[in-house]
Antibody, heavy 124, light 108 residues
Framework: EVQLVESGGGLVQPGRSLRLSCAAS????????MHWVRQAPGKGLEWVSG????????GYADSVKGRFTISRDNAQNSLYLQVNSLTTEDTALYYC?????????????????WGQGTMVTVSS | DIQMTQSPSSLSASVGDRVTITCRAS??????LNWYQQKPGQAPKLLIY???SLQSGVPSRFSGSGSGTDFTLAISSLQPEDFAIYYC??????????FGGGTKVEIK
């Protein structure tokens, strides 16, 4: 079964950090680009970051650039998101999503597999 | 950045109705447009990719059309399980894909 399982979320104070993880199974992880997408409570979907199969191409939303770092470990079939300098605006459910393409450049692609998300709550 | 605008933001319809949702891009995105369905408490699910290709396992009552800046998701005969929020997404501007604001389909 193709599956993505996120972990690492929690309640954190403003200015602190977290490391989110996504464990992939049921498909050849190295063959696909991966993404993080977040959804604030009661709001829509916001793409956060994406990484190509070999980590050679990475992108970030302007709202997180300089604070979040995406990475992957193909040997461990895992995707990560280091989130620093958190603010209340970062409170959201963070989803890991698999791309249908190998790279995050070149256009096209879609997110065909999603995890159930890990909740990050930033509050003092 | 490419902005994606969906309309309407919500609609009420009855089982059996034909429903259409539109998505407009702030500039041409060719056919790099995907549609997702999200039910309460669930992750989004890919319905349509490349503007008009049906994802495997998705019922044929769902269809997509359009290219350039204007796109449409149609549900030919609304079923009870189709009440959800629908999002469009452009993957033309990479590595910065973006989503529309969503359209909530409610029961009339």
């Amino acid at each position: 079964e193709v599956q993505l399982v996120e972990s690492g979320g929690g309640l954190v104070q403003p200015g602190r950090s977290l490391r989110l993880s996504c464990a992939a199974s049921g498909f050849t992880f190295v063959d696909y680009a991966m993404h993080w997408v977040r959804q604030a409570p009661g709001k829509g979907l916001e793409w956060v970051s994406g990484i190509s199969w070999n980590s050679g191409s990475i992108g970030y939303a302007d709202s997180v650039k300089g604070r979040f770092t995406i990475s992957r470990d193909n040997a461990q079939n895992s995707l990560y998101l280091q989130v620093n300098s958190l603010t209340t605006e970062d409170t959201a459910l963070y989803y890991c999503a698999k791309d249908t393409y190998i790279a995050v450049t070149g256009g096209g692609g879609a997110f065909d597999v999603w995890g159930q998300g890990t909740m990050v709550t930033v509050s003092s | 950045d490419i902005q994606m605008t969906q309309s309407p933001s919500s609609l009420s319809a009855s089982v059996g109705d034909r429903v259409t949702i539109t998505c407009r891009a702030s500039r041409s995105i060719s056919n790099y447009l995907n549609w997702y369905q999200q039910k309460p408490g669930q992750a989004p699910k890919l319905l349509i990719y490349a503007a008009s290709s049906l994802q495997s396992g998705v019922p044929s009552r769902f269809s997509g059309s359009g290219s350039g800046t204007d796109f449409t998701l149609a549900i030919s005969s609304l079923q009870p399980e189709d009440f959800a929020i629908y999002y469009c997404q452009q993957t033309y501007s990479v590595p910065s894909p973006s989503f529309g604001g969503g359209t909530k389909v409610e029961i009339k």
